[in-house]
Structure formats: C-alpha cells, structure tokens
C-alpha cells in the first residue's frame, strides 16, 4: 500500500470513529427520552434481525455474560420490550420475543436517529450521499463476516 493510501485509510478510520461516537453520545440521549438502555437498545434490534433466540444465542451476539443477558431479559420483561417463551419443539429450550412495546420502541428510536442524521446531512448533495450509502454498503459488506 502506498504511502497516500495510508494516509486514506487513516483518515477514513479517523472519521468513522469521530461519526461513531457522535451519533453513539447523540443516540445515548435520544435513548434516555424513551426511558431504555444501550444494552436493551442492542438487544432488541438484534432480536427483531434475527428473530426468537435463547439466552445463550443473545449473550454470544453481545459478547456479553449469560447473567448479565438474564438480567436485562428481566429488566425488559418488566417493560414490556420482551417475554420468554418455551420453545415449540423442545419445551425445555426458553426464548426471547420481542413484544408489540419492544418494536414499537425500536421503531421510534430510530425514526429520532433517523431524523437526526437527515437534519446534518441536509446541506449535502443527493450524489454526495448516495456516494456515502454505496460506500458504507461496501464496507459493511466487507466486515460483516467478522461479526
């Protein structure tokens, strides 16, 4: 790689991160309005992608303990975000569903996210960001194996 290319590269990495943790210290506030964590947040749209999954299943997608998954399982049941369910062909295998709440949440979540965003991207070009979606579309599909 050339020497300008690094260059490139660095400062992409530079930028993605910069946008990461507005949109993450932006996307923290638009949370608290809707009285729900980070964790639960990430919980429910990986729910709502991948459909019912077990403790297990959730904990392994979040990098995170099978307590600390139980835990916040029981602190959305008690919102109505989530229920466990026995499994329909092994009645000893629980998973988790997201509710009607849990949607309607997520849903309004990122609407403010969405809206967010449009409001910064207005003084740019249509090009300009049909040039960053395909970008970023790029890039994902480029790392997403590694999730």
Partial sequence: MTRKNVQHVDSIEEYLRKVDYIIRKKGRVILSDFNITVPQFTALQILINNGDMTISELSQKMDLACSTITDL????????????????????????EVLQEGHDILARVLEKRIEFLTDKLKGVSEDDKNTLRVALENLYLEMEEEI
């Fill in 73 to 96: 399982i029981d602190r959305m049941e008690k919102t109505d975000l989530v229920k466990r369910k026995k499994d329909e062909q092994d009645k000893r295998v629980v998973r988790v």
